[in-house]
Nanobody, 123 residues
Framework: QVQLVESGGGLVQAGGSLRLSCAAS????????MGWYRQAPGKQRELVASITSGGSANYVDTVKGRFTISRDNIWSTLYLEMNSLTAEDTGTYYC?????????????????WGQGTQVTVSS
């Protein structure tokens, strides 16, 4: 199987910065699109940013110019650099990856989620 483990969340003042990481492990053959999602209390989970294996990135309008998504394909790690944080960025941040995994003789393809990391921005 495959595991995604996020880290880097925490409590930060408005205007501050955080860097989230998501490390993928397991019998991974390849990873296609990876993304960061967030869920604020009482709200639906939303896509914040995504990046293809080729490095093409997309962002939700509310974070454009403040957040940067990147990935290390060698180490199967996803990052989210978050700057100029506001209280509206508070929430649990999850990473998701579309993974091809398994032994060579029988491969599978599936979306995996991490367990989430809490980001709290105090105003």
């Amino acid at each position: 199987q495959v595991q995604l483990v996020e880290s880097g969340g925490g409590l930060v003042q408005a205007g501050g910065s955080l860097r989230l990481s998501c490390a993928a492990s397991g019998r991974i053959r390849s990873i296609d699109v990876m993304g960061w999602y967030r869920q604020a209390p009482g709200k639906q989970r939303e896509l914040v940013a995504s990046i293809t294996s080729g490095g093409s990135a997309n962002y939700v309008d509310t974070v454009k110019g403040r957040f940067t998504i990147s990935r290390d394909n060698i180490w199967s790690t996803l990052y989210l650099e978050m700057n100029s944080l506001t209280a509206e960025d508070t929430g649990t941040y999850y990473c998701k990856a579309h993974v091809v995994y398994g032994p060579v003789e029988r491969q599978y393809e599936k979306d995996f989620w991490g367990q989430g990391t809490q980001v709290t921005v105090s105003s």
